[in-house]
């Protein structure tokens, strides 16, 4: 795919090489960092930049092993065997990407293993079939760990079955470029917006749980691109997504009204 036509994604860090160094070696990936800080496009920009099909999938509490692997189904008074998205991955030699992997059932990483380690095989006990993952397979995980808790997190020896990056907002002068790009706001309007979403960002463990994303930046800005006055934007896209208490958003629209005064 020309570079032109890839998902857009600015690098950050060495986050690219390493990418491209687990596929190679067939080894599974976990990306680490906040809400909105630009995981999940990073995969869709990797899987086309290395001309793989991706399989996306968003967990959460009901998912099951059954949801990735495959289950039978009646069609037209017949049961036929449907495979899940992990088994398609693995079938067509595509990136499966876990997003939150965390929230999903335990009995997920349990089909998970073998497909983490030097087996690189998806037994699917439904069918007898025992599929060995081609070349081009490639599973990638994600998970927030400000959400984390004991509930919620991978156990050390799933953990320690992946390579792993860290990721975090970009540094203020890249995430302004990334919001301009995006949304089609001129820089110098974007740039207070990324001054304001770091200084909510600061409050986070005090007065909120999570800071303010890049994607919701994205969203600011693109209202205001499209006309809508900047306290509005502001208002809609960067505070009434992180509270619903009264008293915290007096809080942050004072924080708005010091940062970009």
């Known amino acids: 795919m020309d570079a032109a036509e890839l998902p857009y994604y600015a690098p950050v860090g060495r986050e690219v090489a390493l990418f491209e160094h687990a596929f190679r070696n067939r080894l599974p990936l976990l990306l680490k960092g906040p809400t909105g800080c630009g995981k999940t496009r990073f995969v869709s920009h990797m899987a086309a930049r290395l001309g793989r099909p991706l399989y996306t999938v ?7 092993a059954a949801d990735l ?7 037209g008074g017949d049961t036929v065997w449907v495979d899940g998205p992990l088994t398609r991955a693995v079938r067509e030699g595509a990136v499966c990407y876990l997003d939150e992997v965390v929230e999903a059932r335990k009995d997920v990483t349990v089909v998970l293993h073998p497909l983490t380690d030097d087996r690189r095989l998806l037994p699917l006990e439904r069918t007898g079939e025992l599929l060995e993952a081609p070349d081009g397979f490639m599973l990638v995980v994600s998970y927030n760990p400000g959400y984390q808790n004991i509930l919620k997190s991978l156990k050390p020896s799933t953990r320690q079955r992946f390579l792993a990056i860290e990721f975090d907002f970009p540094e203020p002068e890249a995430e302004t470029a990334i ?3 995006e949304s089609g706001l001129e820089r110098d309007r974007v740039a207070p917006l990324v001054r304001l979403g770091n200084a909510l960002r600061a409050l986070k463990g005090q007065d909120l749980e999570e800071g303010v994303s890049t994607r919701l930046l994205v969203y600011c800005a693109t209202l205001i691109r499209d006309g809508m006055a900047r306290e509005d934007a502001v208002t809609a896209a960067m505070i009434e997504p992180l509270t619903d208490d009264p008293e915290v958003k007096r809080a942050l629209l004072r924080a708005v009204e010091l940062t970009l005064s």
């Open 69 to 75: 692997t495959g289950r039978y189904l009646l069609k």
């Open 58 to 64: 968003s967990c959460h509490d009901d998912l099951t």
């Open 179 to 181: 919001v301009a790009r």
